[in-house]
């Protein structure tokens, strides 16, 4: 059973899902007094156990804190959930920790300040089994005196690795998804590179610290290329955008005569060659951001 700290702020978590149940045990670890609430009473048994307070309404559990911290499948479920008891949020801090997009955020953000409460989104760069360790980082985007006002409650989900990034409520959203982006992009590309040397017997695992080694030399680019990107320049100090192309077509080639998926070499050299037709043969590779801009818009 936990003993409370009495210097430990109350904290309410409405969605007990995987990530939800940590983020309460997190809590309860730190000594904070937890009340949690789930559709599904049975998901809270553990929880309860240890210390936890079971309420038996959304309403109830909204009102047993300052602080609500939401985490459920989406923000569907989120207002779902949360709309009928939007008065009982008056006055309260609301951080929710739902993933969605930028807009969604910000959209939450606009009702959540009509009920008279504060709005705090967040996101979770961790594993379920890493929240409250030092290997989790929380992202927040939202009023910072909203944030510090519960900051110390909210390290105990990842003391080292709370993060506020600014008062636009989108932030911690588009930070989620722009790392998303880089998570796909290398998996994918890592799952590719397997299937290629799967056509000669070498298995994945024997691959694996290779590829690790080039993901790595990989993200040394990061900065400098960074750079060019904020000041719109881009000179190839490695290799020039022709000489990519020239590896991927040897890439496709490779691909298809071994009869690997085609898609994602594919993808890399039209990127690549409409980055050419647009004059950016002898530049960096950095210089295909504008691709992704000009698709964008």
């Known amino acids: 059973m936990t003993t409370f700290a009495p210097s430990a702020s109350p904290v309410t978590v409405v969605g007990l899902g995987l ?9 309860l670890a730190k000594g904070h007094p937890t009340t949690v609430w789930n559709r599904s009473a049975g998901k809270a048994g553990e929880l309860v156990e240890a210390g936890a307070v079971l309420a038996d309404s959304v309403e109830s559990a909204v009102e047993a804190s300052p602080l609500v911290v939401v985490c459920v499948s989406d923000y569907d479920a989120v207002h779902g959930l949360l709309d009928p008891v939007g008065a009982s949020l ?3 801090t609301l951080v929710n920790l739902t993933t969605a997009s930028s807009t969604q955020a910000r959209e939450t953000a606009a009702w959540a300040a009509g009920l008279g409460a504060d709005y ?9 089994q890493a929240i409250g360790t030092a290997e989790a980082t929380l992202l927040y985007a939202g009023p910072k005196s909203a944030f510090e006002k519960h900051q110390a409650t909210l390290q105990a989900l990842g003391e080292t690795g709370t993060v506020y990034l600014d008062e636009d409520h989108g932030l911690s959203a588009l930070y989620d ?11 994918n590309s890592f799952l590719h590179a397997a299937a290629l040397l799967a056509t000669a017997n070498v298995k994945a695992t024997v691959f694996a610290e290779m590829a690790t080694t080039a993901i790595n030399v990989t993200a040394d680019y990061v900065s400098a290329y960074a750079q060019q990107i904020d ?3 881009f000179p190839a100090t490695d290799a020039t955008v022709n000489v990519h192309v020239g590896g991927m077509r040897h890439l ?3 691909s298809e005569a071994l009869g690997v998926s085609t898609d994602l070499p594919r993808f890399f050299l039209e990127l690549a060659q409409r980055a050419v037709s647009d004059g950016h043969a002898e530049d960096s590779y950095a210089a295909l951001i504008k691709q992704f801009r000009g698709r964008a818009a």
């Not at 998804?177 to 998996?187: A, F, K, P, R």
């Open 19 to 27: 990530m939800g149940q940590a983020l309460a045990s997190a809590f």
């Open 90 to 92: 008056a006055g309260r």
């Open 120 to 128: 705090v989104d967040g996101a979770i760069l961790a594993l379920p």
């Open 177 to 187: 998804m722009s790392v998303l982006s880089i998570m796909w992009g290398v998996l």
């Open 231 to 233: 000041e719109e320049k």
């Open 252 to 254: 496709l080639e490779e």
